[in-house]
């Protein structure tokens, strides 16, 4: 990974720690996340005015992509919110978080990309995944699958299959929209920077979309529309702004590396941090496998950020 890299996943690892620990804080729903999508999509409308020949240079396969993460992004604020409802932050947000790099290094292989993927990083991503595994523990003899099969734990990993998903779509779609150039000059339509941006917004429409028929069918979830549009305004506002420029960060920084996993990789420095809002935030129990978790994490990122 680069040095820009880093700096801004390490940027955009607090920012997304924040944002997890204001849904919490909120007792997040499917119409909390809505809502926070429908807040951050019109919030950063203004950046798409600047980047109209970008989107009209568009092909149905950017489109196309952009429906495909909008969905995923919309299953991911669902499960998350249902596994925030059902357990403790510092249990559900480092599975969430850390499982996605299994899925991505085994479709890196999948895809052909293996040579792009260095040892060190390797061993590195197998860090962070045991460090995660021991988090949620409260003793290292409660170390056993029947501790993992309950429903916190269940639409955790659905976060982690989503976060997956829509994690090697952007990086298929941004690739392709930094392809784009002027027909005259060759000179590319737009920076990363714009790109990720006018991205997260089309992104956030999209999965407004999704998420307006996920509501429309769900009686309950309408309901909890119209209620939560005054009582929780500075919550959904405040996640609205730290999830979207969390999500362009990420974004950026695929244009720095040589491949996606590395980026879902590191950002998993996020763990750490949400761990501690969980437990000084929200009171929830430090336990030793939790510190030693968090330590073997931390040396798995460092592996990867210098792989």
């Keep these: 990974m680069t040095l820009t890299a880093i700096i801004l996943v390490l940027i955009s690892a607090v920012a997304h720690a924040g944002w997890n620990y204001t ?12 809502l926070v999508t429908i807040a951050g999509s019109l919030l950063f409308t203004p950046v798409l005015f ?22 995923f992004q919309a299953i991911y604020l669902w499960a998350l919110a249902s596994a925030y409802r059902s357990g ?44 995660c595994l021991l988090i949620p523990m409260r003793s290292f003899s409660d170390l056993r699958l029947s501790n993992y099969l309950n429903v916190t734990t269940a ?31 060759g000179a590319p339509l737009a920076t990363p920077a714009e790109i990720a941006m006018s991205y997260v917004v089309l992104q ?14 769900n009686p309950s979830t309408r309901a909890n529309v119209k209620p939560l549009l005054r009582s929780a305004f500075s919550s959904y506002m405040t996640t609205a702004v730290l999830m979207f420029g969390t999500y362009a960060l990420v974004v950026m920084s695929m244009a720095f590396v040589s ?30 496998p939790k510190i030693t978790g968090v330590f073997i994490t931390f040396c798995g990122l460092i592996a990867v950020a210098l792989g």
């Design 23 to 34: 849904g919490k804080k909120a007792n997040p729903t499917l119409a909390f996340f809505f």
């Design 88 to 131: 403790e932050m510092s249990i559900a947000y480092p599975i969430a978080r850390s499982s996605p790099l299994i899925i991505v290094c085994v479709s890196a292989f999948i895809l052909g990309e293996r040579e792009s993927i260095s040892g060190q990083a390797i061993a590195g991503i197998i860090l962070i995944v045991a460090g």
């Design 155 to 185: 639409f955790a990993l659905a976060a982690a299959c989503a976060t997956s998903g829509y994690s090697l779509v952007d990086d298929s779609a941004t690739a392709q929209m930094r392809a784009l150039n002027h027909p005259e000059t």
């Design 204 to 217: 956030g429409y999209t999965s407004t979309l999704w998420m307006a028929l996920m509501t429309f069918v």
């Design 259 to 288: 491949n996606v996993s590395y980026v879902v990789a590191f950002r998993q420095v996020s763990i750490p941090l949400g761990v501690m809002l969980g437990i000084v935030g929200l009171g929830e129990r430090l336990y030793i």
């Design 50 to 71: 600047f980047q109209v020949e970008l989107i009209k240079a568009f092909d149905s396969r950017i489109w196309g992509l952009l429906l495909l993460t909008g969905l």
